[in-house]
């Protein structure tokens, strides 16, 4: 089964790059520019992985992500947080919402991908509970 990423940032350049990585490293990829079409997404597909922005131009990404966990068929999915403001506050902020990582920007194309591969592994390996 191939795994799916979906990256939800409002640059296309980072969409674009992160894109590229991601399917050279096997993965298929769903760009989305806002939370509005992850939440669309979301809805009609199952991803791996999900790589989320923390300013998005309609909504705050972490307030995004905790939509994510409250969504029972969502709230497995390994979340990456990406943005360009490195304060501690959000790192934070993000991290006790529920992502499991957080990168800031610039970031390396090559560490997403091998830590969104960790972080799909573990998933995987994890025993079902319910």
Do not use: C, W
């Not at 940032?9 to 939370?35: C, H, I, N, P, Q």
């Not at 991290?95 to 573990?122: C, F, H, N, S």
């Amino acid at each position: 089964m191939i795994p799916s990423a979906l990256v939800v940032d409002d640059s296309l350049t980072v969409r674009m790059d992160l894109k590229e990585a991601f399917e050279a490293a096997g993965f298929m990829v769903k760009l989305s520019a806002t939370a509005s079409e992850a939440r669309t997404a979301i809805e009609q597909e199952v991803f791996a992985i999900l790589v989320l922005d923390v300013l998005l131009p309609d909504a705050d990404g972490v307030a995004f992500l905790a939509e994510v966990r409250r969504n029972p068929r969502t709230s497995v999915i390994p979340v990456m947080l990406l943005s360009t403001e490195a304060e501690v506050h959000d790192r934070v902020r993000g991290l006790q919402t529920g992502a499991d990582e957080y990168v800031g920007k610039p970031y390396d194309a090559a560490y997403i991908v091998a830590r969104a591969k960790e972080l799909v592994r573990k998933r995987i390996a994890e025993p079902r509970t319910d």
